[in-house]
C-alpha cells in the first residue's frame, strides 16, 4: 500500500508565502510524475504544477513565476514552495503521483490534501 501524506497548509496574508511538502511511503520502486493540484470550493479540481524524476517541470498559468515544484527522489517526497499568495490561490492542495511497484505494475495516488487560505 501507499500513502502521499502533505503538510505545510494554513493562514497566510496575500502577498506572504507557504512551503507544501508530500510524503510517499510504502511498496515504491519510482514515482513519475508527481504533482499538486487544488480544488477551490464550488470548482474543479485543477493542476497546480507537475515534476518528473528527471526534473523537467509543468505549471499552471496562474501560478508560473509564483510557484516552484521541487522534488527529493531519495525521499519520494515533492515540495511546493508558494511565494506572492493570492486571495484566488485558496483552496485544498493535493499531492499526486504515478506510483511504480517492484513487479513494473503503475498506480496513480492522491493524498488527503492539505488546506491553504490566503486572507486579503
Known amino acids: 500500500q501507499v500513502q502521499l501524506v502533505e503538510s505545510g497548509g494554513g493562514l497566510v496574508q496575500a502577498g506572504g508565502s507557504l512551503r507544501l511538502s508530500c510524503a510517499a511511503s510504502?511498496?515504491?520502486?519510482?514515482?513519475?510524475?508527481m504533482g499538486w493540484y487544488r480544488q477551490a470550493p464550488g470548482k474543479q479540481r485543477e493542476l497546480v504544477a507537475r515534476?518528473?524524476?528527471?526534473?523537467?517541470?509543468t505549471y499552471a498559468d496562474s501560478v508560473k513565476g509564483r510557484f516552484t515544484i521541487s522534488r527529493d527522489n531519495a525521499k519520494n517526497t515533492v515540495y511546493l514552495l508558494m511565494n506572492s499568495l493570492k486571495p484566488e490561490d485558496t483552496a485544498v492542495y493535493y499531492c499526486?503521483?504515478?506510483?511504480?511497484?517492484?513487479?513494473?505494475?503503475?498506480?496513480?495516488?492522491w493524498g488527503e490534501g492539505t488546506l491553504v487560505t490566503v486572507s486579503s
Open positions: 499526486n503521483g504515478d506510483v511504480r511497484n517492484w513487479l513494473g505494475l503503475v498506480m496513480n495516488y
Open positions: 515534476i518528473t524524476s528527471g526534473g523537467t517541470t
Open positions: 510504502g511498496t515504491i520502486y519510482s514515482i513519475d510524475p
